[in-house]
C-alpha cells in the first residue's frame, strides 16, 4: 500500500526495466517479415512512432506547470521522456522489419513536420541573432535587434523561459 507520492516514486525506481537490452535482443525482428502486416496499418504504426517521438516537446511543456514543478513527477517525467524516445526506435524498427523502409534520420524529418510557430512556443528552437556591423556598433545594434524580437514577441503572446540546460549523468552501457 501507498502512502505518499514518495512511495510511489520509490516502488517504481525499483522496478526492473521492461523493455531492457536482453530482452529487446530476444525479440525474434527477423520472424516479423514471415508474418504479412496489412498496408493499412503502416500509417497507424509511423503515427504511433511520432507520438512517441514528439514526448520530448511534451516534456519540455510540462516542466513550465505545477504539475511539471512537483519533484516526485518530474523524476516520473524524466524517465518517461527518455523511455518513450526508446518506443519511437522500436515501432520503427519494427516497420523496417515489417517491409516498411523508413529515412536513417527518421527522427530529423518528425521534428521538421511540426509547425515552426509550435516549435517557438515550446522552445524547440534556439534563436541567435548577431549583427554583421562595425566593432564599435555591435552592442547597440544587438541590443536593438534583440529589442525588436522581444517586442514581435511579446505581441504575438510568446514567452521564452530563461535559457536552461540539463546534464544528466548515464552509467557506461
Ligand atoms: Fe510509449
Known sequence: MFETDKDVL?????????????????????????????????????YMRDIEYYTDMYYRELLRTPT??????????????????????????????????????????VIRSIPATYKVQTYLLNIAVKPWVAIEDFAVAAGEINQAILE???????VIPFPKREVRMVAAA
Open 68 to 109: 511539471g514543478r512537483d519533484p516526485v513527477i518530474r523524476k516520473f517525467m524524466d524517465r518517461w521522456s527518455t523511455e518513450e524516445l526508446h518506443h519511437a526506435d522500436l515501432l520503427n524498427r519494427f516497420l523496417n522489419e515489417a517491409g516498411y523502409p523508413t529515412e536513417e534520420k527518421w527522427q530529423t524529418q
Open 10 to 46: 520509490d516502488w517504481y525506481e525499483r522496478q526492473p526495466r521492461a523493455l531492457s537490452k536482453d530482452y529487446v535482443n530476444s525479440i525474434k525482428w527477423d520472424d516479423i517479415k514471415d508474418h504479412p502486416l496489412n498496408p493499412a496499418f503502416f500509417p497507424v504504426l509511423l
Open 152 to 158: 514581435i514577441f511579446r505581441d504575438a503572446r510568446i
